[in-house]
């Protein structure tokens, strides 16, 4: 996978967890199970947000998280000592959350059920969280296995091609 592919996965990861939402302790999605069998392409404007609503609220990540993965990248593609990039991005003062919404324009095309996209996402976002200083990022090169649908059905989404090219 190339490194543009590789940050593109981490990003659409992380996009989803700037989303929004309050960490209630869950990991999983809980509501909107009754759309878990429908394509992402046939869903309402008001169904899509609700699932991207549903994802954000359970897909929290930490500033640490953030500052991590920010210290891995750095290090990885800038040459930067990761556990410096990590502190000085500790000591930074927190920022709110960007209120952008969710976004969905990628359903449009979108084959994948709902069920596929959640499964895809929540691994997505425990990937990013078990990012450290330690973790080589080419190991962190392929999405998770949850994404290999969502991969073949929707590459936009992943901001791949089909078929994992």
Known sequence: MTRMKLVGVLMAGLALAACGGDDDGGDEVNSGGDLDGKQLSSLTAEESQAVCQD???????????????AGAF???????????????????????????????????????????YKACMTAQ??????????????????????????????PEILGGQAGGA
Request: proline fraction near 8%; charged fraction near 20%.
């Open 55 to 69: 994802l954000a609220a359970s897909a929290t990540v930490t500033k640490e998280d953030v500052c991590e993965i």
């Open 74 to 116: 750095a290090s990885a593609f800038g040459g930067a000592d990761c556990e410096a990039t990590k502190a000085e991005c500790m000591s930074e003062p927190e920022q709110p959350p960007p209120d952008e919404g969710c976004a969905t324009a990628g359903f449009t095309d979108c084959t994948a059920t709902v069920a596929e």
């Open 125 to 154: 976002v425990q990937a990013l969280k078990a990012i450290t200083c330690a973790t080589p990022l080419d190991t962190a090169a392929e999405p998770p296995a949850a994404c290999a649908a969502l991969s073949e059905k929707c």
